[in-house]
Structures are given as structure tokens and as C-alpha cells.
DNA sequence: GATGAATGAGCTTTCATTCAT
DNA sequence: AATGAATGAAAGCTCATTCAT
């Protein structure tokens, strides 16, 4: 078998067993064996744990910002492009549960090399949501009366919601990727309408 | 020193450690000495790092969700409840940062005995929110046009939403927990009244 | 059995061990199973296979220079020093066959740490006899005749043969140091009181 | 490329691979890499690991102890029969220093096969050096004065005396190989020449 | 009540060696 | 004649856990 193909088989199996097990739990000897390849090769190949975990994470990162970037489309309008990109994110969050997993949970659980590519990836995709909102903000009112920090905090609870709603479709089948995103729509846009427009929770504290 | 203390300084030691790096990488030797004493009298009280990492996730689940819980007072007007929930959630996770991250990274990131408890914690406080939307819903309108499946996206949503921003906050150190409860309950109220209100965003797809 | 304790024993073990097989060669099982302990116990008071060995290493060296420098009584005459140097010496090669090996061909096979160490005892005992011969020479000549970068050769050569030697006492049980000592003062000393006293071979070349 | 010369390069690239780094520590890919052929090829040609470095010791010692006895012309006076080959030694040890750490070094330190090898090479020397010792003694004095077991004593310290100079020289390139044997025939000629004449250290012990 | 001393089990990593082509 | 692909075996090191005192 070519040295590629057997390279993805093994970062196949490392997403899968890391995604399960997590970083730590999953030790080499499982990782070789799901691959269906002795140890060694996995070394030959991936050279140490700490570079076949970086190699999955990287990889997971890639498909994931890809596949919402591409949801995302420039030209829409802003809720249409969430939608979209919202679709995107919990359909990968399905497909390829693993690899969720891995990004969402195990990447961000370990020092430096690890959760630093997590949360780049992370912010890559807040700042895609931050960016909507600012244009949203903008288009509906000739001029943005929503302060950054105030943007950002809100791209920051869009895309924590948006994770939340992943684990759980994770652990309830019957929720598909489009009843989420429908769900997150419903619960988030009509805010941000009304924050656009002007409405406005008033603390009573 | 009389057991209990010396008990309570364990946890406090082994929270603080196992925050800070992680469950398989905190070494009991590293929590021992963190906790001003030997090895064997921590296998004395706590009996295994199992047991003594499911104490540190008990314990800091009772404070949270008693903080949450005092705070959410139930004779108040439902958006005044959720800003109280709120602002005692951020409190915690400001104020027992390594707690914070016990139970949101450390807990879920391990097999079986921890991340069970962990969840049933988070479906303490999903319950506690996913009754105060129902509520909402109802005294607003008389009669709940929200179906349950939907209340429960809502409520995943907005602890997902309030999680996210606890980590964000954990980062930032301007961030004030007030802050954080605003910033969420511009973004979730003002959503919240408006689905209940009927206003609702159709899907374009 | 107290920590000083075991770990001399441990110490011994890896001598004798490392002192049979060589360095790369000896496992830490080995050196273990040897010292009847544990291998965690070895890395607990030694550190590393390297740390272990180079706590050999130093053993030995001070041993071994202490024992020559005992020898080797300021006031006494040249040849006499020298007498009693070798024998100490052969004496040590005999009496800690392994510790000579770990000092002679161990420690000088491997790259800086301990090459390093051995090249040190080395140039202790070179210059403890560079000094002598040159003492010598003063003493029988009134003014010494011999540049110094050649009393560094003669001591190069005379340390080579006594190494030579006790390699050869190592597989001969029937040579005693005091053999040894004789056979090296024999060879050396009449050439060296030749050379002080200006007999030199001269090159036919 | 036919086969004897592909194996003389191999052999080269292992001397001088295992001369540097020694035999554990030289791999076999490293040593594949150093000849710039596959690894299996290596195998093809050389069999095994062992096989391959009993090969370089052979060709090494045969190397060696072919130039000393070239220097070593059976008709010339022994002073001279000596001076040449101490010359041809340091030579070589200089010339192809990698051979000589192989030799000195590399070989003497691994378990039977190889220090075997090593030890009858280092035999063909000595009893050329001891008959040469003998040859003087008897050439110069009608009858021998010393005892066998003396002169092979004495043989061993030339030797080792020898190795020693040789090792210095490989550390400082300023010592030419002329120089290396002016010095040990200066420290070991006029003795012998001393003993040869009856005059003989007397020890004091 | 508290600890110094000790270990079984397991993990990452490396390397000599061999097929199939 | 030559190699890319693959592995069995073993080594260094760590850690949760337990006695004996």
C-alpha cells in the first residue's frame, strides 16, 4: 500500500480513537491496531504521538473552517450566510463526530502545542461570526451602534451556543444538522434583530 | 489538624493542580506535595485518584449549582431570575477559576466515572433554564406556543452561550462577570421575548 | 534499609554491570535485578541511566585518583613516588577489576558526559606524573634539560603502559601489582634516568 | 558499480560511522546513508549487523598490522626494526583515525566476537614487539638476561605506552607521527638499552 | 496520625531485520 | 541489482499504589 493512502488510514484511526479515548488514554499500541499496522509504521510515518495528534487536529481543523467557509458566501445576506455556515458546522459536527471530538474536546484539554491550534481554528471561525454580525449591524442600520467589544461577545455566545447544540445532536440522533441550526437561528437572529433594531434587555439590577 | 480540614485542603490542592494541568497529568505526588503532605496520607483519605478526583468534581459541582440555584430565586419575574443565574454562574467561574475549568474541561475529558457526573451537574442547571424559558413562555403569553423539544435547543443554546463566554472571561481579565451577564442577556433576552412574541426567523432554504 | 545504603549497593550493581557488558549494552533491568531492587527505585534515587552512570563514574575516579595520590608522598624520592604510585594503582586495577573497566573502557566509549569525566581522572593522574618526571629530571640535573611538551610525552607513554599493564594483570590472576609496579619501573625508570642523564636514542632516519 | 568495490565503500562508510559513534549507537540506516546505498542492500552484501562490523575490524587490523610489519624489516638492527614500525603504527593511527578507533576503541568494547578479534590483532603485535625486545637482548649481551615473562611484560608497556601516544596525537594535530615515535623511542630505547646493560631499578620496598 | 521505602504495570520510542517487488 | 514498506523485540522511563514502621 503507497505511503499516503496509509498515512490518512492512520490519522483515520488516530482521530477515531483519540476522539474517543482522548489524548492521553489513547496509547500508541491502539492507535497502530485500529490502523491495522504495527507500531513502528505509525512512528515511521507520524515520527511521535505529539506529531500524529498534531497532524489529526490540523487535519480536522482544515475540513472544518473549510467546510463553513464554504456555507459562507459572500454575497448573501447576513442571515442567510449564518444559516448556511451554521448548517456547515453541525453537518461536519455529525459526519464526522471523531473528529469533533477531537477539535472541540481533546485539543483544547492539552498544553500548547495542541490547544493553540484549537483556538486558532476556533477564532478563525469567530471572526468569520463576528464579522456577519458587524455586517448585519451595519446593512440594517446605515451605521453600527454596537460597540466591538460588545460584537465580539456576541460572536463568542453564537459560536458557544452553536457548540453546545453540536454535543447535543451528538447524543440525541434524531436532532439533525438542520433542526439545530434551525434551532440556533430562531433563538439567535431573532436577538440580534432586536438588539439591531434596538431592543434591548434593561438589567434590573 | 483535624481530618476534615486536612480533607478540605486536599481537594483545594487537587482542584488547583488537576485544573491546571489536567487529570492523567496531575501526578498525585505533584497534588500531595501541592497539598503540604504525603503520598500515603492522601490514599489514607481519598483512597484512589478516581476517588479523589470524583470528590474534587462533587464538591465543585455542589457550589456551582448552589450558587446558580441561590441566585435564581423563584418568586422573581423570569428575565430577573436568568440575570441572577447568570451573574452568579459568572461569578463562580471567575472567582474558582481552577473549579471552573475541573468541571468544564477536566471532568468531561474523562471516561465514564467523571464525565457522568459532570452532565448530570450541567442537566441541573439545563433544567433550572430550560424551566425558566418554559415560564417565560407561558406568563407571557398565556399559553406556551413553544414545544419542549424547542425549549430544550433554547436552553442548550444559552448555557452553551454562557459557557463560552465564562471562557472568554477567563482570558480577559477586564471582563467583569456583570459584563458577561449583559452581553448574554442582550443577546438571549431580547431573542427570547421576541420568539415568544411570535416574531420568528424562516428559514430560507 | 536506609536510602545511603541502597543506593551504594545500587551503585555497586551498576558497576559491576556496566563494568561486564558496557554501558549501552547494560539494561536497566539488568543493573536492577543486579542490585536487588526494583527499576523504579533505581530511577528514584539515581534519575537516569545517565546520572546512574555518571555517579559510577565519579565513584571510581575519586577512588581510584585518591588511592594514587595516597601513594604518592611529596617528600619521598622520585622513583620512590613513583613506585609507590604504580603500585596503588595496579592495586586498584586489581582489587576493583570492575571499576576499572567502567573508568578505562565504559566511560571513555561514550560521547561527552562521561568521556568527558574520564578524560578528567585522566589528566589528574597525567599531571600527578608529568610533575614527577620533571621533578626528577630537576633534582638529578640541577636545571631540567627536558622541554616540557616532551615530559608530557614521556607521561603520556608511561600512563599508556601502566594501563597496558594492568589490562594484563586483568587475564593473568598470577601477576601482582607489585609485579606490575616492577615490571613498569623497570622499563621506565632506567629509561628516564638515562634520558635525565642525557643518554638519547638518536634517530637513524 | 560491481560488488567488491560497493562493499569496500560500505565498509568505509560503517568504519567511519562506528569510529565516531560507536556500534550500538551507529544504525544501520545511518551507516546505509554514510555508503549511499538502501538498507537492504547492506544486508544483501554484509548479512547482519555483526557481520558487517566484524568485517570492518578484520580489514582494519589486517590494514594495520600489514604496515607495521612492512615497517619492520627483519635484517635491520632492532633499534631501527622499532623505530620503523612505531613509525608505520602512527602513521596509520593517524591516517586513518576512524580504523584505529575501530580498532582501539569500538572493538575491545562489544563481547566476544569483536574483542577477539581485536585482542589477536593487538597479539600479533606484541610478539612482534616482544621478539624484537628478545632479538636485542640476546643481539646485544651473547646470552639473554631477561626472563620471558619480563619481556613480554615489557612488550605489553610499549604497547600500551604506544596506544596512548597514538590517542594523544589524535587530540592535538600538531604531533606528527615522527614525533610520536621519536618520544616513545626515547622513553623506551634508552631503557631498554639500560636493562639490556644490566642496569635495573631497584625497588625500595 | 503520618511517612519513607518500594514496586507492578504500562507507555513512548528505537532498531535490526525481512518481504514483495 | 536494488528498494520501499513493514515489523518483533526490547529499552528507558513514569506513575498509581502499598507496606512496615
Redesign the interface.
Known amino acids: 500500500m503507497p505511503r499516503a493512502e496509509r498515512e490518512r488510514e492512520m490519522l483515520d484511526a488516530a482521530v477515531r480513537v483519540i476522539g474517543r479515548?482522548?489524548y492521553?488514554?489513547a496509547s500508541m499500541d491502539e492507535i497502530a491496531e485500529a490502523a491495522g499496522v504495527s507500531k513502528p509504521l505509525v512512528y515511521l510515518y507520524l515520527n511521535s504521538k505529539e506529531e500524529l495528534f498534531t497532524a489529526c487536529v490540523e487535519r480536522e481543523a482544515r475540513t472544518l473552517v473549510g467546510a463553513v467557509q464554504a456555507g459562507v458566501r459572500a454575497g448573501d445576506p447576513p442571515?442567510?450566510q449564518l444559516?448556511?455556515g451554521l448548517?456547515a458546522f453541525f453537518r461536519y459536527a455529525a459526519e464526522r463526530a471523531d473528529g469533533w471530538q477531537v477539535l472541540h474536546?481533546?485539543a483544547?484539554?492539552?498544553?500548547e502545542p495542541f490547544a493553540r491550534l484549537a483556538d486558532t481554528m476556533r477564532e478563525q471561525i469567530l471572526a468569520l461570526v463576528t464579522a456577519l454580525i458587524a455586517d448585519a449591524a451595519r446593512s440594517e442600520h446605515g451605521t453600527r451602534d454596537l460597540p466591538a467589544r460588545?460584537v465580539e461577545?456576541?460572536a463568542?455566545?453564537?459560536?458557544?451556543?452553536?457548540?453546545?447544540?453540536a454535543?447535543?445532536a451528538g447524543s440525541d440522533p434524531t436532532l439533525t444538522p438542520?433542526?439545530?441550526a434551525?434551532?440556533?437561528?430562531?433563538?439567535?437572529?431573532?436577538?440580534?434583530?432586536?438588539?439591531v433594531a434596538g431592543?434591548?434587555?434593561a438589567?434590573?439590577?
Open positions: 479515548s482522548g492521553q488514554a442571515d442567510r444559516w448556511r448548517t474536546i481533546r483544547r484539554t492539552h498544553g460588545e461577545g456576541l463568542h455566545a453564537l459560536v458557544g451556543a452553536a457548540e453546545s447544540l454535543t447535543r438542520a433542526e439545530s434551525r434551532t440556533l437561528m430562531a433563538f439567535a437572529w431573532t436577538g440580534l434583530e432586536g438588539l431592543r434591548r434587555w438589567a434590573g439590577e
